[in-house]
């Protein structure tokens, strides 16, 4: 079953300006991974975040976690048009490997 | 050199006939895996392999099935295709199972499934 929800599911912002996209889940979980699908190819993985941490960054991406909403939030900062993709959250939970993916978000940078 | 490679990229065929679609790793990871992804990009696993040995299963039509002859490997075999297969099937592979999985996968570029 589905369990990260993201929003919003299409994005569309100017060059440089920063893109929030949100997710939401359903049960406890391990971790919360976000991963990046370009047009054509396979899923990136970003950044990942461990439900003990509240907040991580990796260059000019922000991701936050709240565990008590369950809910967690990925910045992108200065965007640029190579930041166009699709954007997926993505949970682990109990002892095994297993991904749970949301719907994803569609960001569209303008140049 | 391609981290995850799968063949074929692009696969057209009739109702009904059987196919195979393949995947190699060269990370060196234990953990394997096949996703499905939808028409309106919705991912879903479908199975895991750890060190050659099947350890998720999820609820797929047992027309497919699942083989790794060795770690590095993990190919999918579709029998008797039906129009709702058509869909983009990634291999994924990760450095271990299981301990939290605190381990991001890596991902092949697909293979874009049409039946006819």
């Known amino acids: 079953s589905q369990q990260g929800e993201e929003d919003p599911q299409a994005l569309s912002i100017q060059e440089g300006e920063n893109a929030t996209m949100n997710c939401s889940y359903k049960?406890?979980?391990?971790?919360l991974q976000w991963y990046r699908q370009n047009s054509g190819r396979g899923l990136v993985h970003l950044i990942l975040?461990?439900?003990?941490?509240r907040e991580k960054h990796s260059g000019r991406l922000r991701v936050t976690l709240d565990t008590s909403k369950k809910s967690s939030s990925l910045l992108i900062t200065a965007s640029r048009a190579a930041d166009t993709a699709s954007y997926f959250c993505a949970t682990t939970s109990g002892a095994n490997s297993k991904l749970t993916f949301g719907k994803g978000i569609t960001l569209s940078v303008r140049p | 050199d391609t981290a995850v490679s799968q063949t074929p990229k692009y696969l057209v065929t009739q109702m009904g006939n059987d196919k195979s679609i393949k995947c190699e790793q060269n990370l060196g990871h234990d953990t394997m895996y096949w996703y499905k992804q939808d028409s309106k990009k919705f991912l879903k696993i479908m199975f895991s392999?750890?060190?050659?040995?099947?350890?998720i299963n999820e609820t797929v039509p047992n027309r497919f099935s699942p083989k790794s002859p060795d770690k590095a490997h993990l190919n999918l075999h579709i029998n008797s295709l039906e129009l709702g297969d058509s869909a983009v099937y990634f291999c994924a592979s990760s450095l271990r199972f299981g301990g939290g999985a605190d381990q991001p996968q890596h991902f092949g570029d697909g293979t874009r499934l049409s039946i006819l």
């Open positions: 049960t406890s979980i391990n971790n």
């Open positions: 975040i461990r439900s003990n941490e």
């Open positions: 392999y750890n060190n050659k040995e099947l350890i």
